[in-house]
């Protein structure tokens, strides 16, 4: 097994693994976080919130997934200095010259670099309040104490800073899945002529419904609330 993942065809289908789980994530994530659209006080989100921070998924699903990403980006700089020093400035993953996805693919590790340097500042706005400090204020919905999440995101979201923040991590996003949907599903051996073009285009469609989404949340928290 550790043979099969120290190869290069290993790492590229761990990578392919890792990302697509965290696609997983993020369409969980983004349907939590269109919640605070939601014309409710904050209730609908608050409650989801506090289901996600339930025992079983806080001590069963975040390490799993946080392992996801260390492994997605531990793999995305052994492959990138892989393909640095075998190819150049050719494309990791794919052969393919796609005008769609040229800059994207080329840039990828880059890409990932400002995706993780907007989780960081993620995790630091509500991931250490939430659950480390529990600084957060606590609200009462329906006979249960939790925390105020609704609060914490429009307090943040008051600042303009963060905002922009949010709105180039969103769209660094989204470049980056325009090039990684495709490429993970022909890594795993699920693309052909015809089906490349179509997981290209499946690609391209979600990252942008995921990255607009996200910078519309942004965008309404900061104008509206």
């Known amino acids: ?17 890792s990302g697509l789980f965290l696609v997983v994530f993020l369409i969980i994530h983004l349907s939590i976080n269109l919640l605070l659209l939601v014309p409710d006080g904050g209730e609908a989100f608050n409650i989801a919130a506090n289901f996600m921070a339930m025992p079983l998924i806080k001590y069963g699903l975040q390490p799993v997934l946080f392992a996801g990403f260390i492994v997605h980006i531990i793999y995305a700089a052994i492959l990138t200095a892989q393909n640095n020093k075998a190819r150049g400035s050719a494309k990791y993953a794919s052969g393919n010259k796609t005008q769609d996805v040229m800059w994207a693919s080329k840039n990828m590790f880059v890409l990932g670099l400002t995706v993780s340097a907007f989780l960081i500042v993620h995790l630091i706005d509500y991931w250490v309040p939430l659950q480390i400090t529990h600084a957060a204020q606590k609200v009462t919905i329906g ?3 939790m925390h105020d999440t609704y609060a914490l995101v429009n307090v943040a979201f008051d600042d303009l800073w963060r905002v922009i923040l949010y709105v180039v991590g969103s769209l660094g996003l ?6 990684g949907f495709w490429s993970a599903f022909q890594t795993l051996g699920l693309s052909n002529n015809i089906w490349r073009k179509r997981w290209t285009v499946a690609g391209i469609a979600f990252a942008w419904i995921v990255g607009l989404g996200f910078v519309t949340i942004a965008v309404v928290q900061h104008v509206v609330y």
Request: aromatic share 4%.
């Open 1 to 17: 097994m550790s043979t099969i993942f120290g190869s290069s065809i290993g790492r590229k289908l761990l990578m392919s693994l």
């Open 143 to 145: 006979g249960v104490e």
């Open 174 to 179: 989204t470049i980056h899945l325009t090039h």
